[in-house]
């Protein structure tokens, strides 16, 4: 009787009182160095868990299971077990990033088009590879390996055909730029296959 009653009161303080906790850790595939990741989030039964207190950079989970994990700095699902009191899980970061720089003035009305161009080219979104411009056919992967981008640069510039991909490995997007940089034609597809936007 008294070994049931320490048993029930060890379970009642330390069965409901531990923490089931999660951390995503981010590989550079550039350098390998190790990063918290901090833009993600996890769902079970339609209830998102987000990190709550920046310090611990965990998420806390009331429960061990099947998850869905969003890494959105990385562009990835992936569907993940909790079966321990820590869990941790990585993902490498892409090594080819495209930069978007907006510009910080407006065209003034009666600009040189030679001019407008050359200012346009200079903010048009730039391809980098392990922190240098992209330059030549270059490819950039998944965490799990399936191919993420793939296409042909010149001084970080998409140049020619940029093929964009879903997680699974199918064809997301199909861009076509001039030998300048700029977006000639996109064409978006769903993961079935069929196109649901051509611009």
């Keep these: 009787m008294k070994a ?7 379970y009642t303080v330390f069965g409901f009182t531990q923490e089931i ?4 850790v981010l590989i550079d ?3 390998n160095k190790i ?21 611990s950079e965990s998420i806390i989970l009331p429960e061990k299971g099947e998850y869905k994990l969003f890494a959105t ?14 869990n941790v899980d990585t993902l490498a970061l892409p090594k080819i990033v495209e930069k978007i720089v907006w510009p910080p ?23 980098w590879n392990c922190n240098e411009k992209a330059n030549g056919q270059q490819t950039s992967y998944y965490s799990n390996g399936k191919m ?6 010149q001084n970080g510039l ?27 034609k996109k064409t978006l597809f769903n993961e079935n296959g069929e196109i649901i936007k051509e611009p």
């Design 4 to 10: 049931t009653t320490l048993f029930l009161l060890f």
């Design 21 to 24: 906790k999660y951390n995503l």
């Design 29 to 31: 595939s550039c350098s």
């Design 35 to 55: 990063e918290t990741g901090s833009l993600y989030h996890l769902e079970k039964n339609g209830k998102e868990y987000t990190i709550s207190d920046f310090d």
């Design 73 to 86: 700095e990385i562009e990835e699902e992936h569907i993940i077990i909790i079966d321990q009191l820590i």
């Design 105 to 127: 003035y407006s065209f003034k009305k009666g600009i040189n088009k030679k001019v407008e161009k050359e200012i346009k080219q200079k903010n048009l979104p730039k391809f």
């Design 148 to 153: 993420k981008l793939s296409g042909t640069f």
């Design 158 to 184: 998409a140049i020619g055909k940029l093929q964009r991909f879903y997680q699974s490995g199918k064809v997301k997007e199909v861009s076509f730029y001039d030998e300048d940089g700029f977006l000639a």
